[in-house]
């Protein structure tokens, strides 16, 4: 599922960049691995050791080879760590076939080694604005693990079946010698389906990439099409102006959810398995007073951002049903697609092990199905257990030893990972958000109140009309409480980068 995206265009040695570098060691974040993890990456990217179904370790030459299946990734421009590459048919009889193959990772990572225990510590890929802190060492996840174009390269292959409707039918997943054939990005993949000159395996990513939509409403499922930020910088002042993806982006996103949700059943056929759940968001209904707890749950928040940005939400229109008629390539509809990533943050990780029968409500409300990370192992360190899960069941087969010990502790350590994730995220929301406003303090803004302290009326959160911001606002002691879901002046008091986040007071 989406996080915020956000980018700068700015020059080395320019505030934002130095406020970025500063926080990552306030954070503690690693800037390399240490010499036994990176030392175990570089001897595992010369020399693979590839898991053999008997337990045993296989070579890329005692592999299955399916080099001559021409995949190709599908990926930003620039990007090396390419976890997933794909082809796409007609079936014969009706219907499509998916041959998706993910990163072998489990054929690079020793249980148990340096490299396996670093991981286990940095859980995922963390993402500031202007690079990436990576789970695994380059050598791997922009090398040796990576699907890049013409080298041949261990994978995970899943195969799945489709009907003409786009509805799963049979599930398939092996180790195989793979080798993509190219490496594509989203504006050339968008712009040769648009002139209808896409070959047919791409052809077929936007007709099932539809189909699957189509299934997606079918769930009541709710899929954000996440914009980019993109932090400009201009004579010293920066912009804020969001790219909204292309719907490329999201057709490929359906063969991932695809594949997340195709592990889940697999595992839970199987009796063992970890799934990515998330609980219904809480609702609220028109009966209810602004103020009331219930009016307060994640969607109610929603509504008062909706207002603040001007997006018409009427009652009756449900949370999905609106999100299907948001553009995002509107800065309004935008901000608002941004904001609703809160309601993802609930999400968790559910185990079972066969030692009781598999929950029978462990599902992702988002997606509106049981569903498990599956596709990003080179990122996130769950996908590499999942693949193994995943491998061992349509095997029928018994999960390897290391994977279930694993099993256990992996809800906590991603959890733990998660918490990191959204700190920093938070942390370059705000400092993003003193940048575009540093030059402003003093100013008055439009703002609408769109959350209040339960023990603390007078400190709240406003959402600004222009920019759309948000940021805490706080009365004088003792003075009145913040009118939530009204309209306020607010003055900006605080924004300087890496020093103070944007504070507002009631004008």
């Not at 993806?245 to 056929?269: D, E, F, K, V």
């Not at 609702?283 to 929603?302: F, I, M, Y």
């Not at 008055?444 to 603390?456: G, N, R, S, W």
Request: include cysteine; charge should be negative.
């Amino acid at each position: 599922m989406p996080r915020l995206h956000m980018h700068v265009t700015d020059a080395a040695d320019a505030p934002l960049r130095a406020a970025l570098h500063e926080l990552r060691g306030t954070l503690e974040i690693p800037h390399h691995f240490p010499p036994t993890a990176q030392a175990e990456a570089e001897s595992a990217a010369r020399a693979p050791r590839i898991p053999a179904a008997d337990g045993a370790v296989a070579t890329e030459h005692t592999l299955e080879d399916a080099t001559d299946l021409p995949l190709f990734t599908l990926d930003p421009p620039g990007s090396l760590d390419l976890d997933q590459a794909l082809f796409l048919s007609r079936r014969p009889g009706g219907g499509y076939r998916v041959h998706y193959a993910i990163a072998d990772v489990a054929s690079f990572v020793t249980p148990g080694g340096a490299l396996d225990a670093e991981a286990h510590h940095r859980v995922t890929t963390l993402y500031f604005p202007d690079e990436r802190v990576p789970l695994y060492p380059s050598v791997l996840s922009e090398g040796a693990a990576s699907l890049l174009p013409d080298r041949d390269r261990p994978a995970v292959l899943w195969q799945l079946d489709l009907d003409a409707e786009g509805a799963l039918t049979s599930t398939s997943v092996r180790r195989a010698l793979v080798r993509s054939r190219a490496a594509l990005d989203y504006a050339g993949v968008q712009r040769v389906l648009d002139d209808e000159t896409a070959e047919e395996p791409l052809a077929l990513l936007r007709e099932i990439g539809l189909l699957r939509e189509g299934q997606e409403v079918a769930r009541g499922a709710i899929s954000l099409q996440v914009p980019e930020q993109e932090i400009v910088e201009h004579d010293g002042r920066y912009t804020l102006a969001y790219r909204a993806p292309l719907p490329a982006y999201g057709w490929n996103a359906q063969i991932s959810l695809l594949t997340g949700m195709a592990a889940a059943q697999l595992m839970l056929a199987s009796g063992t398995g970890i799934l990515r759940t998330l609980p219904s968001p809480k609702l609220s209904t028109s009966s209810e007073p602004e103020g009331s707890p219930s009016r307060r749950g994640s969607v109610a928040r929603l509504r008062l951002t909706a207002r603040a940005l001007g997006i018409d939400w009427p009652h009756h229109t449900s949370y999905s049903a609106l999100i299907r008629t948001l553009d995002p390539r509107r800065a309004d509809h935008a901000a608002f697609l941004q904001d609703c990533t809160a309601l993802l943050r609930g999400a968790g990780y559910t185990v079972f092990d066969g030692s009781a029968p598999p929950p029978a409500d462990a599902l992702h409300a988002a997606v509106a199905a049981p569903y498990a990370h599956a596709t990003a192992p080179l990122r996130r360190l769950v996908d590499r257990y999942t693949s193994e899960l995943c491998l061992a069941a349509s095997a029928g087969a018994e999960p390897p030893a290391w994977v279930r010990s694993a099993l256990p502790a992996l809800p906590r350590e991603m959890e733990t990972g998660t918490q990191r994730a959204n700190q920093v995220e938070r942390a370059c929301v705000d400092l993003v958000e003193a940048a575009l406003l540093r030059d402003r303090v003093g100013e008055t803004f439009e703002a609408l109140v769109v959350d209040i302290q339960d023990k603390d009326p007078t400190h709240g959160t406003v959402h600004l009309y222009d920019p759309a911001v948000i940021g805490p606002v706080e009365t004088a002691p003792e003075g009145p409480a913040l009118p939530l879901g009204h309209h306020i002046q607010v003055r900006l008091a605080e924004a300087e980068p890496g020093r103070a986040p944007v504070r507002f007071t009631p004008a």
